[in-house]
């Protein structure tokens, strides 16, 4: 799949071996209290408003699992969009399977782009809430940076309210990746390797923030929320949230006043749908 001038940084190669359609192994999944706290802690998220139904962004950490559990590697994986369809409340310690495959790949400048789609069934054979992830795969060189003229851009933040922050610090910043195990995200000679000045954050960590910025306007039963991850956030960056008047938008933007996050909510509805 790769030709020599495109290898893949180092152990991604082992994606040449999965190609699109690749069947990942069914797994159980749940959210305890524990669990849901542990990532809201990590993110400054109140756990109140979701009384005993699941944080779905909780569940996004399950796509690295499903990846894993396949032999193909987490380390050096950067994801770039993320898109969560919920048709239901999921109570906390509701077991579903992990049912998930590799999507087309694609090609650009910096890397290969991986494809993934994710649902979690119930024994019903219902399912509440699907995924779909895209992920940088990067090559084992950079290419050449080109120097742009500076343009001059709009400031993200016109038109749009805080609605909260994201604070974070090396500690959070492991501790939200734990289950991951991306050493992008918590060892600095491996991020330095890859062309970053200090580990990532994991992007979940925005998701998992943005959506506890939704959830304090109304709990969804049904939401198709999509989030785009548009430039690196540091385990040291400080993010303050923000939100469009229509509640439609929403944005993370660090402490330069960068984008670094951009999440649009297609669709939400409040009333519970449940016969």
């Known amino acids: 799949m790769n030709d020599q001038a495109k290898i893949l940084s180092g152990a991604l190669n082992a994606y040449d071996a ?30 109140a408003a979701f009384a005993d139904l699941v944080d779905v962004s909780v569940f996004a950490q399950d796509v690295s699992r499903a990846i894993a559990k396949a032999g193909l590697p987490n380390d050096g994986r950067v994801l770039v969009r993320q898109r969560v369809f919920q048709t239901g409340h999921i109570r906390l310690d509701e077991v579903l399977s992990v049912e998930g495959e590799i999507g087309p790949y694609g090609e650009g400048p910096r890397g290969r782009y991986l494809t993934c789609r ?5 024994a019903d054979r219902t399912v509440p809430l699907r995924m779909a992830t895209e992920h940088l795969l990067p090559y084992g060189e950079a290419p050449a940076r080109r120097r742009k003229a500076a343009a001059k851009r709009e400031d993200p933040r016109l038109g749009m309210q805080p609605v ?25 000679e491996f991020a330095q390797s890859r062309g970053y000045r200090a580990p990532l954050a994991q992007g979940l960590m ?3 923030a943005l959506h506890g910025a939704i959830v304090k306007r109304a709990m969804p039963w049904e939401m198709d929320l999509e989030i785009c991850f548009l430039r690196p956030v ?19 933007i660090d402490q330069d006043g960068k984008l670094t996050a951009e999440a649009t909510l297609h669709h939400l509805t409040a009333q519970d749908m449940e016969p």
């Open 118 to 122: 994710v649902a979690f069934r119930r």
């Open 234 to 252: 540091f385990w040291d960056s400080q993010l303050t949230l923000y939100a469009g008047l229509a509640g439609q938008l929403y944005r993370c």
């Open 18 to 47: 999965s190609p699109a359609g690749t069947r990942f192994p069914v797994f159980s999944s749940y959210i305890d209290r524990a669990r849901q706290s542990h990532y809201h802690h990590t993110t400054g998220v109140s756990g």
């Open 206 to 208: 925005q998701l998992t």
């Open 164 to 188: 909260g922050s994201l604070n974070l610090n090396p500690e959070n910043v492991m501790g939200y990746a734990k289950e991951v195990g991306n050493q992008i995200h918590f060892d600095p």
